[in-house]
T-cell receptor, first 112, second 113 residues
Framework: AQSVTQPDIHITVSEGASLELRCNYS??????LFWYVQSPGQGLQLLLKYFSGDTLVQGIKGFEAEFKRSQSSFNLRKPSVHWSDAAEYFCALSGGSYIPTFGRGTSLIVHP | SQTIHQWPATLVQPVGSPLSLECTVEGTSNPNLYWYRQAAGRGLQLLFY??????ISSEVPQNLSASRPQDRQFILSSKKLLLSDSGFYLC????????????FGPGTRLLVL
């Protein structure tokens, strides 16, 4: 069975500070991994994805994520957070089926 | 480019009334289609998915149903709404190949009173 764990329900950072959101997965092979962002009252938007190759993946809005097979992790990072980054962030895994597995989400709060 | 539409955006319905939420995708053919529900402060719950016209798979037994009358149309229905059906309903599509990313619609906020 596959699973995704986002251990932090809420993360609070100051505007301009760096950000790292954690994502751990469980899957028997190399998964397809995704990060999505959801602004309040909106649908989810894909930030970035990892399928294979370079383990450091660049995404939209200045985000990046690093796939670490040894740690079963796919953490999302941003060097300097903007107030507009406040949102819900979801990590997801696809094991090659039609049905992805989503983490429960991490709510990012940005203080001015 | 591909776009995905959902309507209505917001809906307030009394308990026991019927429901019909519609999702349409433009700019692609033979997509996989999904219905999710998101309760307040909680993650995504997959309700139904479809890999083709008339092919519906249910992930959670409940009083909701889904239909796919056309290739790019996905409908979520209920004959009698329950209070617990309140939530944010999201439609999504992905390409025909497995393991690809999903694209989400703007969602429908449903409040059952």
């Amino acid at each position: 069975a596959q699973s995704v764990t986002q251990p932090d329900i809420h993360i609070t950072v100051s505007e301009g500070a760096s950000l790292e959101l954690r994502c751990n997965y469980s899957y028997g092979a190399t998964p397809y991994l995704f990060w999505y962002v959801q602004s309040p009252g909106q649908g989810l938007q894909l930030l970035l994805k990892y399928f294979s190759g370079d383990t450091l993946v660049q995404g939209i809005k200045g985000f990046e994520a690093e796939f670490k097979r040894s740690q079963s992790s796919f953490n999302l990072r941003k060097p300097s957070v903007h107030w507009s980054d406040a949102a819900e962030y979801f990590c997801a895994l696809s094991g090659g089926s039609y049905i992805p597995t989503f983490g429960r989400g991490t709510s990012l709060i940005v203080h001015p | 480019s591909q776009t995905i539409h959902q309507w209505p955006a917001t809906l307030v319905q009394p308990v026991g009334s019927p429901l019909s939420l519609e999702c349409t995708v433009e700019g692609t053919s033979n997509p996989n289609l999904y219905w999710y529900r998101q309760a307040a402060g909680r993650g995504l719950q997959l309700l139904f998915y479809s890999v083709g016209i008339g092919q519906i798979s249910s992930e959670v037994p409940q009083n909701l149903s889904a239909s796919r009358p056309q290739d790019r149309q996905f409908i979520l229905s209920s004959k009698k709404l329950l209070l617990s059906d309140s939530g944010f309903y999201l439609c999504a599509w992905s390409s025909g190949q497995s393991g690809t990313d999903q694209y989400f619609g703007p969602g429908t906020r449903l409040l059952v009173l």
